[in-house]
């Protein structure tokens, strides 16, 4: 089945929701913050698929905040959901590797009474944030856990394509699904294992058998032995041993995803409609038992290989109707752009998930855009990329575009982008401060004149905290520089100045505010150089 087939099958089942969905917040932690490595990897790199990062650490995390906003659309939570992430050298060789893990932090289980949230099962373990969504409350909190403790874990190859680590490929860092053939969507891999934090795993020892600590978890309450017809929970421990390495007949009997499968399976399902969950005959830890089967078609997004065929960032199969399975509430009403309906939902049975790529595509390029009119642009060709590949219909194309017109564009830029409009200053209205030439970091400016009595003024756009220092050299004559925050200097007010004799000067800031800094040049001089580092 091709996608656009696809496309169409869902959007037509998908008709009929009315509701507004209200998202979870997934909030990703950068354990890689001053390591250099990972999301602080400093390596300069070129924007790519819809990813505005200059670096490899920025596009790396402008990925996971995609990511976490695809799932938070999709998923309803009352409760933060917190992720710490890092990248580390995972196993790997020339030609194959693991390229994340990831998993729930925490368990939490109930015994039936009046302390049980309603729609949770008595003795059976959650995922944390799962439990949270479902109990109404950060259940970490509850049993005395910091309240900043992550709900999931997570942890991503950082020696991918390197040599003798999968080597001649690299992580894709765009947004837009057009991954190249020597690359693997990092987008696709971040979705895959969030999924398993979120609620896709089980917490047996397949080694031996046993569940933890002799209680069922909630996804392997829907998981049985269609050759045997026994519930994985109602197993012996030994059965469950042979249960796990049942190739074929290992199955996921929950109503949703079996309702959901004729959707989107051409094969991958037994004769009951149950969809097939990996279970090779040797036992491969981490793989078996909490995936679906390599034997799915369409591949799906959580098979326990990468396919080249996925496109998470608008189709995520079956995954949302395991949710639905183990008790996850899954946002079905129509996507918001702040307080503007888009007319299109964020998920639909099937998996089509159009909707949560609208925000999570309009925060990405808002956050990535340098000024109001390229963000306007951005998120309108977006809409008719959508639209031409058949993820929206028509009707949701003209709908979606009415909560992109100029006024909106504004509002969603001012929340989630720099807040700069683009467009010139207008002195009458605004502040529009005094009119300089700018500098870019460490590019010198050469060949300066100046007269007696005349003055130039520069202007240079810096960060907090990292030194910055101004400087002028060369040629010949006497400078002097004046330098001010936010405002024009003088010789008589400004925040700092250099006025040796001749063109020699420094000023240099240790801990910078960020901001505007005017940069004043005096005198009489030829053949100056300027420059500002920072």
Not at 217 to 231: E, F, L, P, Q, R
Not at 342 to 364: E, M
Request: charged content about 15%; glycine content about 12%.
């Amino acid at each position: 089945m091709s996608r656009n087939i696809l496309f169409a099958a869902l959007l037509a089942a998908g008709f009929g929701y009315a509701g507004i969905a209200d998202a979870a917040d997934i909030n990703v932690i950068n354990l890689d913050a001053g390591t250099g490595q990972g999301l602080d990897d400093p390596t300069p790199a070129t924007p790519v698929g819809g990813n505005a990062g200059t670096t490899k650490g920025e596009q790396a995390k402008i990925v996971f905040q995609f990511a976490a906003d695809l799932w938070g659309s999709v998923l309803e939570s009352n409760v933060e959901i917190l992720n710490t992430v890092t990248f580390q050298p995972l196993p790997c060789d020339a030609t194959s590797g693991v390229l994340g893990s990831s998993g729930t932090n925490y368990i939490f289980a109930f015994e039936d009474g009046p302390d049980l949230p309603p729609g949770m099962l008595p003795l059976t373990w959650y995922h944390s944030a799962l439990g949270d969504a479902i109990a109404d409350t950060d259940l970490g909190v509850v049993n005395d856990l910091p309240p900043d403790t992550p709900d999931i874990i997570s942890q991503f190859n950082g020696k991918l394509g390197e040599p003798g680590c999968l080597t001649g490929n690299g992580w894709y860092y765009g947004l837009d699904g057009n991954t190249p053939s020597n690359r693997i969507s990092l987008l696709d891999v971040i979705m895959h294992e969030m999924a398993h934090g979120l609620g896709f795993s089980g917490f047996n020892s397949l080694a031996s058998g046993a569940m933890n600590q002799g209680i069922p978890d909630i996804y392997s309450t829907y998981v049985a032995d269609n050759s045997t017809g026994k519930n994985w929970i109602d197993m012996t421990d030994a059965e469950r041993v042979v249960a796990a390495k049942n190739n074929g007949h290992l199955v996921f009997f929950g109503q949703n995803v079996k309702d959901e499968a004729p959707l989107v399976l051409t094969s991958g399902t037994d004769d009951d409609g149950n969809v097939k969950l990996y279970a090779p005959t040797a036992l491969a830890q981490g793989s078996s038992f909490s995936h679906y089967d390599t034997s799915l078609t369409m591949n799906a997004l959580m098979e326990p290989f990468i396919n080249d065929s996925l496109s998470a960032d608008v189709l995520v199969d079956l995954t949302p109707a395991l949710f639905r399975d183990v008790g996850w509430t899954v946002n079905d009403g129509n996507q918001m752009l702040l307080d503007c309906d888009t007319g299109v939902p964020s998920s639909v049975i099937g998996g089509l998930i159009a909707g949560a790529n609208i925000y999570a595509s309009a925060k990405a390029f808002a956050g990535g855009a340098e000024n109001l009119l390229v963000y306007r642009d951005q998120i309108r060709d977006h809409a008719d990329v959508l639209a031409d590949g058949e993820v929206i219909t028509p009707d949701q194309h003209t709908s979606l575009l009415a909560c992109l017109t100029d006024e909106t564009t504004e509002a969603q830029f001012e929340e989630w982008g720099n807040g700069d409009t683009g467009e010139p200053c207008d002195p009458e209205t605004e502040d529009c401060g005094p009119t300089a030439i700018e500098l870019t970091n460490k590019v010198p400016v050469t060949g300066l004149s100046g007269t007696a009595g005349s003055e130039a003024l520069y202007s240079f756009e810096a960060e907090a905290g990292s030194v910055l220092s101004i400087m002028t050299y060369g040629g010949t004559g006497d400078v002097s520089v004046y330098v001010s925050l936010g405002e024009e200097p003088t010789p008589e007010s400004n925040d700092s100045w250099s006025s040796r004799a001749g063109n020699s000067e420094t000023v240099r800031f240790t801990a910078p505010e960020a901001g505007t800094y005017y940069i004043k040049l005096t005198g009489t001089y030829g053949g100056l150089t300027l420059v500002a580092r920072q």
